[in-house]
Structure formats: C-alpha cells, structure tokens
C-alpha cells in the first residue's frame, strides 16, 4: 500500500453524500449545541462548515451572524440553499476557503468569541495548522471547540461477520489518503501546540439499538460512509471487491437482528485563548 502525496476529503460531494450529512446533523447537532452551551451574543466562526445546518444553529442559539468557512463549491452552494429555504439566510454567511488559512479580513482575526470545527481535523494533513488559525481568529479568553472522530471507538455487538475487517479498511483508507482516522484522541495535544489553554475534554454519544426509532438512521450513515469509501479502498488494495461487498451486506443483515447494539462517541475538547 502506497501512501497518496496529497491529503484529500474521503467521502465526496455529490447529492447522496450531502443527504448523509444532513441525516448526520440532524442525529448529532443536538449534543454538540449542549456541550457548547451558547448563551447568546457570541460570535461564532465554523470551519469546515459543510451544508452549514450546524453553523445554522448555532447562529440561532446565539442569536449572531454566524460565518462559515468551506473549501466545496458544492457544500457551499447547499448550506446556502438551506438557508435560504429555511428564510435563515440572514444569519449565516458562507466563504470558500482554506481552514489552514481562513478568508478572514485584517479586522476579523481575534474577533471572535467562539472558533468551532466538526469532522474536519480527520481530513487535514496538517490539522495543526487549522486548530492554530482557530486561536488566531477569536479573542483573547475566546473559546477553540474542536469536534472529531477517533475511529477506532466504534463497537458493534454482535459483531456482523466481516465487519472488523471492514473498518479496519476503513481505516487505513483515510492513511492512505494522507488524513488520521483516530485525530479525535490527539484533540487536547493539538490544542496545546497550536497555544491554547486546554479546559475541556468530553465526548459526543452517537449510539442506538434496535428498537430505537432512529437507529434505522445510525445505520444509514455508518452504511453510507463505508459504501462512499468503496472506490478508495479498492483502488488502495486494502480490501477486494467481494469481501467489501459481503461484509456491509452483513451489516445490513446485522440491523434486523432484535439485540443489534451499537456505540460510538464523537471526541470534543474545548480550549481558551489566552
């Protein structure tokens, strides 16, 4: 396996993967606004920002404008037209940018009260330079939210036949690709090299079971970003075509089963400017 030089975003952009982000916001955003614990008036920069229903609602906690930043032309032109279609458009703007070097004004760097990333560190190859733009961008005592995933945290009971392999390929796809599968644990250290004060270090749950009513929707994403990452994971030979195929079919045959469990936890650690 041959490492490509560029660090690159696994799952695309097309309409099915922007319907999987929105059934993902919708499973997520309600824990990630608690752990935030918004009291009004904070404003708020959103890297990574994507089809921006979070950013969105982070602004209406807030009651601010919110800014989102994106690198997808794509993901851009979907937040907006959400916004829209929710009349939201006035509170949130969204700008194409790199999160390692945000398209910010001379007079917005240090203005902000909160810098918020979700699922983005993964992708970087340098996510210590995002995380460093972050504490450049909000005030000084301005809060660094940092939200992501450690892959390895995810348990499935009873195990589908097939499955551990499955992820494991998983995995190693977003090496292949230059990214971390398990940056959510090096949260805290990233805060800290890029010179914040650490102040909190908890997690998201993201789990159901059988029986729950949205456990079909757990399912459909963890289905959804495996299928997405079939092409790579083929094209890297971490897995072949078959055994892919057979093991998330056994996912799916897993979902019926009355006693299928499953557990996982979105990492969060907040640090403040000094």
């Known amino acids: 396996m041959s490492q490509i030089a560029t660090s690159a975003y696994l799952h695309g952009v097309d309409s099915d993967e922007q319907a999987r982000l929105s059934l993902l916001n919708g499973l997520l955003n309600v824990g990630s606004l608690r752990e935030l614990g918004l009291r009004g008036g904070e404003r708020i920069l959103d890297l990574g920002s994507g089809t921006g229903q979070l950013t969105r609602a982070m ?7 919110a800014l989102g930043i994106e690198r997808s032309v794509e993901q851009i032109a979907e937040a907006e037209r959400r916004a829209a279609l929710t009349g939201e458009s006035s509170l949130v703007e969204f700008r194409r940018g790199d999160a390692t070097q945000p398209p910010l004004r001379e007079d917005e760097w ?4 909160v810098a918020h990333t979700r699922f983005l560190l993964e992708h970087l190859r340098d996510p ?3 995380v460093r733009s972050m504490v450049r961008a909000v005030r000084p ?4 939210v940092l939200e992501d995933d450690d892959h390895a945290l995810l348990r ?9 392999l499955l992820w494991q390929a998983y995995q190693r796809s977003y090496v292949w690709l230059g990214n971390d599968p398990l940056v959510g ?6 805060l800290v090299e890029a010179g914040a004060a650490p102040l909190r270090n908890t997690f998201v749950f993201f789990g159901s079971c059988a029986g729950e009513p949205h456990f079909p929707s757990y399912i459909a994403n963890l289905s959804g970003v495996i299928a997405g990452a079939r092409p790579v994971i083929l094209q890297a030979g971490l897995m072949d075509a078959e055994s ?5 079919a056994a996912l799916h045959d897993w979902s019926c089963v009355e006693d299928a469990a499953l557990w996982y936890a979105v990492a969060w650690a907040e640090g403040r400017r000094p």
């Open 141 to 144: 005592g301005g809060r660094i």
């Open 185 to 190: 644990r090096r949260l805290v250290s990233l």
């Open 244 to 248: 892919f195929d057979g093991a998330l």
């Open 128 to 130: 210590a330079a995002a």
């Open 156 to 164: 499935l009971e009873p195990e589908p036949p097939g499955f551990a």
């Open 110 to 113: 240090g203005s902000f009260d």
């Open 59 to 65: 602004a209406r906690a807030a009651g601010v404008r």
